[in-house]
């Protein structure tokens, strides 16, 4: 990452990492990818490897540039098991945030978490 | 700047006594997976994991994520994508599972400094 010049050690309105829009592009991908996939173990390893770059790459050309982005993808087959995910970070809270969005179809489900990070 | 992690060791730690694996079977045990427990022990498992983390004083943010899935012979798969830099940032996931159940935890650490 490039050395900003400026030093903002809190970012303005506009840069802040605003989850309701990423939550947006999270839900775009993923229902383009996924509507009417079925559970497939051998192409599935791909396509959660995939959509992760691919939420990856929008969040970033979403202007959150002085966010460190960690994206998690989790796919699972449909068989009636149940399921958890939980997730705790150690962080400022004054700058850094996370959007998640669930899809689910008869076959699958899918997680996508994306964790934004301010980059002092 | 951008790469896959999988199951790389978080960046410049080597010897750390952090053990994802004795956080979940100390919260877990011996139990099988029951519905009405699995809240509280995801929520567990993360927070004990993000304590051990912290009490190692370094300069870093963390993320810490837990699945916990009930075997019935479906499949999972998780990949993560990150854009960080890859010189002092890292992540580290560990898969676990008894008779009943799979447990995957990632960490992720973010450098501040």
Redesign the interface.
């Given at each position: 990452m490039e050395e900003s010049d400026t030093y903002h050690i809190r970012p303005n309105h506009q840069q802040k990492f605003r989850p309701a829009v990423v939550k947006e592009c999270i839900r775009e991908i993923v229902r383009e990818r996924l509507s009417g996939v079925q559970y497939n173990p051998e192409e599935v390893p791909e396509l959660t490897r995939s959509l992760a770059d691919s939420v990856k790459d929008k969040v970033k050309n979403s202007g959150f540039d002085k966010y460190k982005l960690v994206v998690q993808v989790v796919i699972g087959e449909q068989r009636g098991q149940g399921v958890k995910m939980s997730s705790r970070c150690f962080w400022d809270a004054d700058t850094d945030s996370y959007a998640e969005d669930v899809f689910m179809n008869d076959s699958l489900f899918c997680v996508v978490a994306v964790f934004g990070s301010y980059y002092y | 700047?951008?790469e896959?992690h999988n199951g790389s060791e978080v960046s410049p730690d080597t010897n750390s006594p952090f053990s994802p694996v004795t956080c979940i079977e100390n919260v877990v045990g011996g139990g099988d997976?029951s519905?009405s427990q699995?809240?509280k022990?995801?929520?567990n498992?993360?927070?004990r994991?993000?304590t051990q983390?912290?009490k190692q004083g370094k300069p870093y943010?963390?993320?810490?994520?837990?699945?916990?899935?009930?075997?019935?012979?479906?499949?999972?798969?998780?990949?993560?994508?990150?854009?960080?830099?890859t010189a002092m940032?890292g992540?580290c996931t560990v898969r676990w599972e008894n008779r009943t159940m799979y447990c995957v935890v990632?960490v992720?650490a973010?450098a501040?400094a």
């Open positions: - | 700047m951008e896959f997976y519905q699995v809240n022990w995801t929520a498992i993360v927070e994991c993000l983390l912290v943010k963390y993320i810490v994520t837990c699945a916990v899935m009930q075997k019935t012979g479906a499949g999972l798969h998780t990949a993560n994508s990150c854009y960080w830099d940032d992540s990632s992720f973010v501040t």
